[in-house]
């Protein structure tokens, strides 16, 4: 019936708003639902929904909040759907966009900044979150984040205890040579390295403008140092957690539940060179980032570099996985599984974002937009970060910006790189340069030939740019 009356519903984050001369249109920002209902979309039938493909535009007539009483209670994300009519398929993508319609471009994330504004921590316990602004973070000319600015997600514990220090904090280690307790100070004598890194939490996306995301040059001593463990070995790290007060997050988020803690294969640890930091950008660790000692793992989303350290120990393949590793899998839509061996790395997708579109002259003195943008997180399952050489050699990133024009495509292995990191985790900064459209308002997009294959998350912040006469 709803289908017939053309009412649908719409997940409201993943949709853009454009306006062409008039009439209203709506844009997927990646794979979703047109739905007869607002429940989940596993739990209708497949005459029941329309999937939307990344960058499918539809015509509409009129965008609500949902009004029907018996749709308005199926779920605690309802508030974020939007019940929306007259709905038809538009033919051709690339849109100008009206000055009119840059505020209805950018809404979707007006009403998380009040809960979550940028660069100021919200909430409290497992609730709270410190989004960053992530477009100064991008250009900024220094590749890692000052300790103060870097992202929060889980406060320090209200069970903590006031007097930690390094002499004080003890870690204990169980391994193959037997159970020892060593301070932190004492793991201070070991030899140092460094880890620079993006750090991501697994919860990141148009809530928090997309703030969850960090890169840090991490100080500390290697995993391998102090932890005796085989490649066959898993190895589980352990974190403070003595936490009195219950999740309550705002409406639309996920309850966190206790527990913190992770379970490793040895030989991906050894393989990502995991780090027991010990500081930040050679300043001590901030209390809501680990200190006096935290886990990092280059390449994994935040989830799994666990905070305030107090215990590591060899376990099994076969063992059960942390209640953690469980929140996390039930969040990415992978299956319960019942041992540890069984569950994915936590790596961090391949994404790219444009970071700054300006307007300049070429080689041969003609108009062209110059951008600048980002790439992080890992190509595929190797865990070797954006720079693997075999997807490079296959993967390209598009960029398309003028209605009706082919995208120009820049291969992954040709991309302009303003510098290429030491590390394989730190950011990589890229530059394309185009053609100048005509005069206008434009949304810049990016798009994959191969973004299935690889998992490459782009055009996840469109860039909307005025381009003079």
């Known amino acids: 019936l709803r289908f017939e009356l ?5 997940y409201w984050p993943h949709w853009t708003v454009l306006h062409y001369d008039g009439r209203v249109a709506i844009r997927a920002r990646q794979s979703t639902w047109l739905k007869s209902s607002t429940r989940f979309s596993n739990e209708l039938l497949d005459r029941e929904k329309v999937l939307a493909r990344p960058c499918e535009e539809f015509w509409v007539e009129s965008i609500t909040n949902v009004k029907d009483p018996a749709e308005a ?9 939007r019940e929306v009519t007259g709905i038809a398929k538009r033919v051709g993508k690339g849109a100008v966009l009206h000055s009119s319609s840059h505020s209805s471009a950018v809404e979707l994330l007006g009403p998380r900044h009040e809960l979550y504004p940028l660069g100021i921590k919200s909430w409290s316990g497992r609730d709270a979150r410190k989004p960053i602004n992530l477009s100064t973070a991008m250009n900024a000319p220094e590749v890692s984040t000052t300790p103060s600015e870097f992202f929060v997600r889980t406060e320090l514990p209200d069970g903590f205890p006031p007097e930690a220090s390094a002499d004080n904090w003890l870690v204990c280690f169980s391994d193959r040579l037997g159970t020892r307790q060593v301070a932190v ?3 201070q004598r070991f030899n140092q390295s460094d880890a620079t890194a993006v750090m991501e939490c697994s919860g990141n996306g148009l809530a928090f403008a997309f703030g969850l995301l960090s890169c840090g040059q991490w100080q500390g001593v290697p995993l391998e140092h102090v932890v005796t463990f085989e490649d ?17 997050p705002p409406p639309g988020f996920y ?13 991906h640890l050894r393989s990502q060179n995991a780090l027991l930091a010990l500081s930040l950008a050679g300043q001590a660790l901030p209390a809501d980032n680990g200190h006096p000692c935290r886990l990092i793992v280059p390449g994994y989303f935040g989830c799994a570099n666990i905070k305030w ?3 590591v120990k060899l376990c099994s393949g076969s063992d059960p996985p942390s209640a953690q590793m469980v929140e996390f899998a039930e969040r990415v839509g992978q ?22 579109v300006d307007e300049g002259f070429d080689a041969e003195g003609s108009k062209c937009l110059q951008l600048i943008g980002v790439l992080w997180g890992n190509c595929c399952e190797s865990g070797l970060g954006p720079g693997c050489p075999k997807c490079c050699s296959t993967l390209d990133l598009s960029v398309d910006i003028a209605p009706g024009s082919a995208a120009d495509c820049y291969p992954l292995s040709t991309l302009a790189y303003l510098e290429l990191p030491e590390q394989p985790h730190a950011w990589r900064r890229w530059r394309a340069t185009l053609v100048a459209p005509p005069p206008g308002q434009y949304n810049v997009r990016l798009s994959s030939s191969l973004q299935t294959a690889h998992r490459l998350r782009v055009g996840r912040c469109d860039h909307i740019i005025s381009v003079s006469s």
């Open 6 to 10: 053309g009412i649908m519903y719409i």
């Open 255 to 267: 309850k966190s539940g206790p527990g913190a803690s992770w379970i490793f294969s040895g030989k």
């Open 335 to 356: 299956s319960r599984l019942t041992t540890v061996a069984e569950y994915a790395r936590p790596l961090i997708p391949l994404a790219a974002a444009v970071c700054s």
């Open 309 to 311: 350290v107090t215990e």
């Open 185 to 187: 100070s004492e793991l």
């Open 73 to 81: 209670f199926q779920h605690a994300f309802v508030h974020e759907h």
């Open 232 to 248: 066959t070995d898993f190895v589980e790290v352990i974190g403070f957690d003595e936490e009195s007060r219950l999740s309550n």
